[in-house]
């Protein structure tokens, strides 16, 4: 009985803790990085780099590739083609 009750304490211990937020969005392929005082915090939401350094401009915030954009891989050349046997 006291390990049922010390796993069920141990459980809700560790289920009241905060989890961390995913801070990068991956539908959009760059991101901002604000620097200011007091922290940073990371907006992904542009489509261009042209478009992130305009809004980064006259701030603390540099423009990054985004580590988790979806399409990244989709975007990438495909080896060369596998070869298959000849049926006979």
């Not at 006291?2 to 809700?12: D, E, K, P, Q, W």
């Not at 940073?40 to 780099?49: A, H, I, K, P, R």
């Not at 495909?78 to 046997?85: F, L, V």
Request: net charge positive; hydrophobic share 40%.
């Amino acid at each position: 009985m006291r390990i049922l009750v010390l796993a069920l304490l141990a459980l809700g211990t560790v289920a009241s803790a905060p989890a961390a937020a995913q801070t990068f969005d991956t539908t959009s392929p760059f991101c901002k990085h604000n620097y200011r005082w007091g922290g940073e915090d990371v907006d992904c939401g542009y489509t261009s780099l042209a478009q992130c350094q305009a809004a980064a401009s006259g701030l603390g915030a540099i423009c990054v590739n985004n580590p988790y954009y979806a399409g990244a891989y989709a975007d990438r050349p495909r080896g060369p083609a596998r070869r298959t046997r000849p049926a006979y």
